[in-house]
Every structure is written in C-alpha cells, then in structure tokens.
C-alpha cells in the first residue's frame, strides 16, 4: 500500500513563514497532504467533551488514514503556538471513555516535529512535548527540524538542506 504523509500547520495565519516552509516540503516532496488548523473549528480540551462536536473529530479521523504526520509550527514564545497546543490538548478526548479504540489508531504511525522561528537557534525544550507525546501514543519519532527565513520571505540556503534531509524522512 502506498506511505501517505500529512503536514498539520499550526500558526496564528495560514499563508505566513511557517506556511512558506511546508510549501517548499510539498512541493519538493512526493505528493505530501496540508491541514492548517486555522482552517478548523478546534476548541480547547474539555474535562467534560463540551467541544465534542467541533471540527477536531473528523479532522482527526481524516487524520487517522495518514502514515506519516508532520506538526509544523511556529516558534511564539519559545513553545509550540497555540493552535497546535489545542490540537495535543484535543488528543485526550479520544484517550478515554468509548473513543480510546480512536486513539489506539495512532500506535504505530509516524510522527516528525518542524519549527518557523525568527531565531536560528531553537532552545531546549522546545521538542519534548513532540518526543514525549509520540512515545506515549506509541507512534515512531523521526526527530526535529527548525526553520527561519531570511528577509522574513526567503528560505536560507543553511536551512534547505535541512529540509532536503526532511523530505527523505516522510
Ligand atoms: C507571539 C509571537 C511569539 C514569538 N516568539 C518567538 C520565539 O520565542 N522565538 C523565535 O525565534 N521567534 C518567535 N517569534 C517569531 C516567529 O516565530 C517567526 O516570525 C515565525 O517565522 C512566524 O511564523 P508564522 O508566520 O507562521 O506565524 C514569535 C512571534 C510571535 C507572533
């Protein structure tokens, strides 16, 4: 059957610098599928499912058919956005109860993590969450890349071999 890879963008807008960054793997890439989560209605997680019935379920399920999922994500405030935070936070709602069997899906999928900053360095930290959380739903982690622009439109020619070596991953 053939490997089928989905970019999750998560940044405050959908044509921003993250976006130029998926949009160099998509193109460069061998037919890569794009979420951006602006797109969705996702609230935040909720002791009680009251955002049961956002866009988050079928957005997950679609999700679900993927082998391979890319979080593509800014840098604010030395952490994922917030939109991608909300999409993990979301995650819990089908850890329990009669949706666990949902959350199982994701055991055995692949998972890779990519940041936009302003800054070339990335700090630690940064990517425990994408490490931890792939271990605890049991996917394989295929590790970090972090990003910036130049100009605040053009990719840097340090970082396109970091994206070249990305490409080979998904
Ligand atoms: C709220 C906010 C917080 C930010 N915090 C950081 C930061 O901690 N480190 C960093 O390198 N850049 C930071 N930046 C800059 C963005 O990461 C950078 O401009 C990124 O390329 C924006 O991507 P976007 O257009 O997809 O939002 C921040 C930007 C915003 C709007």
């Given at each position: 059957m053939k490997h089928k890879t989905i970019i999750i963008l998560g940044s405050s807008r959908p044509f921003g610098h993250t976006r130029t960054i998926v949009d160099y793997l998509i193109s460069h890439g061998n037919e890569?599928?794009?979420?951006?989560?602006?797109?969705?209605?996702?609230?935040?997680?909720?002791?009680?499912?009251?955002?049961?019935?956002?866009?988050?379920?079928?957005?997950?399920?679609?999700?679900?058919?993927?082998?391979?999922?890319?979080?593509?994500?800014?840098?604010?405030?030395?952490?994922?956005?917030?939109?991608?935070?909300?999409?993990?936070?979301?995650?819990?709602?089908?850890?329990?109860?009669?949706?666990?069997?949902?959350?199982?899906?994701?055991?055995?999928?692949?998972?890779?993590?990519?940041?936009?900053?302003?800054?070339?360095?990335?700090?630690?930290?940064?990517?425990?969450?994408?490490t931890q959380s792939a271990n605890y739903l049991g996917m394989t982690y295929i590790g970090h890349t972090h990003t910036w622009l130049s100009n605040a439109e053009t990719i840097p020619k340090e970082v396109l071999p970091r994206l070249e070596s990305l490409i080979k991953k998904l």
């Open positions: 890569i599928d794009l979420v951006v989560l602006s797109d969705y209605n996702i609230g935040y997680f909720d002791y009680e499912l009251k955002n049961e019935d956002d866009d988050f379920h079928p957005l997950l399920t679609s999700i679900l058919g993927y082998d391979t999922i890319l979080f593509a994500t800014p840098v604010y405030w030395y952490a994922m956005s917030a939109q991608m935070k909300t999409f993990f936070d979301r995650i819990s709602d089908v850890l329990i109860g009669e949706k666990k069997a949902i959350g199982r899906q994701l055991r055995g999928k692949v998972m890779g993590s990519l940041s936009c900053g302003s800054d070339q360095e990335i700090f630690e930290g940064f990517e425990m969450p994408f």
